[in-house]
């Protein structure tokens, strides 16, 4: 049977992380839109063009142009036996566009993990946060340090810190996190398919919440 999930949070809470070991686990794409769009940047696409005044700020890229991108994703054919969606929806248009190409295909949503942290957790994690260019394996300056520092384990690359992981701009994303995002919460909760992840704790305490809130 086809699994579709909708991991929701705010930036820095660790849901990359989850979702790419859910994925795996389960078998089915993880589809980051932040990860889609630094692709289309990093590209020079149209697209990356258009989205990269807005993601250098920590504001959010215009509805019409993710839902597009995301409506072009979902119908390559990885996506038939479902999915994992990891940071969109983000507005509740972006949740009634994903509604109205579900009920076009016939498919529906079975469960949206809604991940929290107090923003100071956020902030620490956030402004450690090292990626590396290269393969796309992520660190933590503190939590989940390289062997090297700076110094990528799996492919020797030199670590970056994303341009929208700077103080001023964190700030400025979990602001806008909240004021867009926190209406899906109640929209999903009403919809009965919301499960909260308390995510203060490490790595594989969130790991084990996020079984559990995946058993049938
Ligand atoms: P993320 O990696 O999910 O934190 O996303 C990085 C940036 O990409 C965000 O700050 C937004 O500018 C943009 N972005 C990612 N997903 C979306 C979305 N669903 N809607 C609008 N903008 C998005």
Redesign the pocket.
Known sequence: MALRLIFLGP?GVGKGTQAKKVAADHSIPHI????I?RAEVAAGTDLGRQ?KQ??DS????PDDL?VAMVARRLEQDDCRDGYLLD?????MG?ATALEAELARTGGAIDRVLYFRAPDDVLIRRLSGRRTCPDCGAGYHVEAMPPKVEGICDRCSAKLIQRD?DQPDTIRN?LDVYKAQTQELIDYYRAAGLLVEIDSTGSVDEIARAVVRALEP
Not at 32 to 35: A, I, N
Not at 58 to 61: A, C, F, K, S, Y
Not at 87 to 91: A, L, N, V
């Open positions: 930036p980051s839109t932040g990860d769009l989205a807005h993601m920590g504001g959010l890229v993710v940071g969109f929806p983000r507005t972006q929208d994303r």
